[in-house]
């Protein structure tokens, strides 16, 4: 039973790594495209 814990844990932090972080990335790209826009 352990063991199920560790691998949903582990399957939760993969899905973020691979979700999260492009969704992250390309945000901040899109408020620094925003933010030098307003800059002009």
């Known amino acids: 039973m352990k063991q199920q814990v560790v691998i949903a ?3 939760e932090f993969v899905l973020e790594l691979l979700v ?12 620094a495209k925003i933010h030098s826009l307003k800059k002009q």
């Open 20 to 31: 999260v972080e492009p969704i992250e990335l390309f945000v901040n790209k899109q408020l």
């Open 9 to 11: 844990e582990f399957v």
